[in-house]
């Protein structure tokens, strides 16, 4: 019994000869991946379809690890996304001009296993939770009145609509796996640089409207009237809340309730960034 508990603890100081903690932090851009349609741009003579993932934009990461030995270790990643704009909706028509565009505002989590495969190549592969965040929509409408001598104005008068909506999604859960290259520059202080793919989907849980403002404007240019609709004033058919759920029914007339849907967010990109251990010994990333 002596000699199985010697042999225990032998193992165990072999093994925690190499363990070590780190810390590191990177910078990294990624490009959309498993793109799919966000929405439409109609002109007059056609419709063109936007493709996009929310996952493209600038990513920020920290990761707290810690190495086993001298091979397998876990990794503790926090990240937040700044996302680029990604074309949503559109319209070039003679009486109408829309642009409407969105982009993701994420903060993740990414519990990984790290494998060593030489002193400076590793790999890392786990799983990518999104905490919270939100997709923001800004939208931009110009349409030429239909009847503008209704409201004691010329023909040509239009109004011009600006609003941002948040989208809040489900709690998702995906995949993120990364190959990288380290190299130490310092006593316990590396650089590395990986390739990183991240593979996830958000099903939308709710919207709300921030921000809403209509005006109406003569044909020059001249506002003829300020805040004709507003947050508080909303034309109908738009509600500052809604709830996306599963199923609706067919006879469904309330603009609260709608169909959800599942929006893209995965992504390939490469990271730069530093890491410093906490020991002797230099472990990877």
Request: aromatic share 14%; charged share 20%; no cysteine.
């Amino acid at each position: 019994m002596k000699r199985n508990l010697l042999l225990v603890a032998a193992i165990l100081v072999a093994n925690f000869s190499f363990a070590q903690f780190y810390v590191s932090g990177s910078v990294g851009y990624a490009i959309g991946s498993a793109e799919q349609k966000l929405g439409e741009t109609i002109a007059t003579t056609h419709t063109e379809n936007n493709y996009g993932s929310y996952g493209n934009g600038t990513n920020f990461q920290m990761r707290l690890g810690y190495f086993f030995n001298d091979t397998f270790g876990i990794d503790l990643g926090f990240a937040y996304l700044n996302g680029t704009d990604q074309t949503v909706a559109g319209a070039k028509l003679g009486y109408k001009e829309t642009d409407a565009i969105a982009r993701a505002r994420a903060y993740g989590f990414s519990p990984s296993l790290v494998y060593k495969f030489t002193k400076n190549l590793y790999g890392r592969f786990g799983a990518l939770i999104k905490l919270g965040g939100k997709t923001e929509a800004v939208v931009y409408d110009k349409t030429t009145l239909a009847n503008p001598e209704a409201l004691g104005l010329p023909i040509g008068s239009y109004t011009e609509t600006n609003y941002v909506e948040d989208y809040h999604g489900h709690l998702p859960l995906g995949f993120v796996g990364a190959f990288g290259y380290k190299y130490e520059f310092a006593n316990n202080f590396s650089v590395f640089a990986e390739a990183e793919y991240m593979g996830i989907s958000v099903k939308r849980k709710d919207s709300e409207i921030q921000s809403f403002n209509t005006d109406i404007k003569l044909p020059d240019g001249t506002t003829a009237k300020e805040g004709f609709y507003t947050l508080d004033n909303l034309p109908e058919g738009k509600v500052i809340k809604t709830e996306y759920l599963d199923e609706l029914p067919n006879n469904n007339t309330d603009p609260s309730k709608q169909l959800s849907q599942k929006v893209p967010y995965s992504s390939f990109g490469i990271n730069f960034g530093v890491t410093y251990n906490f020991g002797s010994k230099s472990v990877s990333n």
